[in-house]
């Protein structure tokens, strides 16, 4: 291959690609390259832009004992790191190529499930410890004490009850995350499900002593949706503002219909007016396992997935979502889905 068509290949990879020379400095560099490190840097000893130990390392033993390698080679970003992945290899007389794979969104996957898988370990070891303490005072001290064996075996059904809910939350967020890209084409009216979900939820509400109240739009509000999921969106808000924002009394569920980016849209309002929520935590309540109170969450029976789930639905329907909440004065979580 003459030495044109090489520059030409390798112009034409679309990741940073550098060639080291035998005097170690930069003999060539891809416009990738360039754009990375900067026009300077063919001519420069290599030394001067990859100072990181373990890519001199690589680059060295390329060099001297034509040995192929890889590093790691971190650029400091203005709001992240830029993680690379460096393949150091000999290219004949004396010289070493390096490109440059930018796997910092990989390595932040890899972390992301790192912590998932922790925390479901954690979330599910919590009540099976519990089961396991109270089977084994069940089996000694407490195994001729009705009363305790009656106060334990209701204590091991409410620990039974939040495992199996943690693990019907974590199936559906698994199916909505893989249907995410599949919008749904069946039309039903919000109206209509919000009334039934209202209805589900009538129990609840009075043991907590929550008027929940309908007001705007009177009529059918039909869209494209999957009638399961936006009950289940529907549950876990007014669930939330009942659960959370249930000493204000009263929880109203407004709609209205308002104009998106693309076309017509309905908007419901979860209105509560409860303790509210402070700034800090608004931005991370769509989290999985963000809780603003662990404790107080858990007490309710909640897993902290709740509106993790909400938000991949409402994702999956095209729509929008919105946390507005004062401090003393409730919480407002808007739902807007597309209508066509
Ligand atoms: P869970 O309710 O199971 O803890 P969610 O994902 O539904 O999980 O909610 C996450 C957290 O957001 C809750 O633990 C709670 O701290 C907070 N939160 C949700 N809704 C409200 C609300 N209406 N008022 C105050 N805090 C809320």
Redesign the pocket.
């Known amino acids: 291959m003459d030495g044109e068509l090489m520059r030409t290949i390798v112009a034409a990879i679309p990741l940073p690609v550098i060639a080291i020379g035998p005097d170690e400095r930069i003999a060539a560099a891809n416009p990738a390259a360039v754009a990375l490190f900067g026009a300077g840097i063919e001519g420069r000893h290599h030394l001067l832009s990859l100072r990181q130990p373990g890519l001199q390392a690589a680059i060295a033993a390329a060099l001297s004992e034509g040995r192929t390698g890889t590093a790691r080679h971190v650029i400091p970003g203005p709001s992240q790191d830029i993680t690379y992945r460096v393949t150091v290899a000999p290219a004949g007389d004396g010289h070493a190529l390096l490109t440059f794979e930018d796997v910092t969104e990989a390595e932040q996957m890899g972390l992301m499930r790192r912590d998932f898988v922790a925390n479901v370990s954690h979330e599910l070891r919590t009540p099976l410890t519990a089961l396991l303490g109270f089977i084994e005072t069940l089996k000694g001290a407490a195994k001729d004490d009705p009363a305790a064996r009656a106060r334990f075996l209701a204590i091991m059904e409410s620990e039974a009850g939040r495992m199996n809910r943690l693990i019907g939350d974590l199936l559906q967020l698994s199916r909505v995350e893989a249907e995410e890209r599949v919008r749904p084409t069946e039309r039903v009216d919000l109206q209509a499900l919000l009334a039934g979900a209202v209805a589900t939820l009538r129990p609840l509400a009075e043991g907590a002593g929550v008027r929940v109240e309908i007001t705007g739009e009177t009529g059918p509000l039909p869209f494209p949706g999957d009638a399961d999921q936006i009950t289940q969106v529907l549950v876990?808000l007014i669930e939330?503002?009942v659960?959370?924002?249930g000493s204000g009394g009263v929880v109203t569920l407004h709609l209205a219909r308002e104009q998106m980016p693309r076309g017509p849209g309905i908007r419901l309002d979860v209105i509560?007016r409860?303790?509210?929520?402070d700034a800090v935590?608004i931005p991370r309540?769509?989290e999985r396992f963000?809780?603003?109170?662990g404790h107080?969450?858990r007490e309710?029976g909640?897993?902290?997935?709740?509106?993790?789930i909400v938000k991949h639905i409402i994702q999956r329907h095209r729509g929008r979502m919105r946390i507005e909440?004062e401090r003393g004065k409730g919480?407002v979580?808007s739902v807007i889905l597309p209508e066509i």
């Open positions: 876990n939330n503002a659960k959370y924002g509560d409860g303790e509210g929520i935590h309540l769509t963000y809780r603003v109170d107080r969450s309710q909640g897993t902290g997935l709740g509106l993790a909440s919480s979580f």
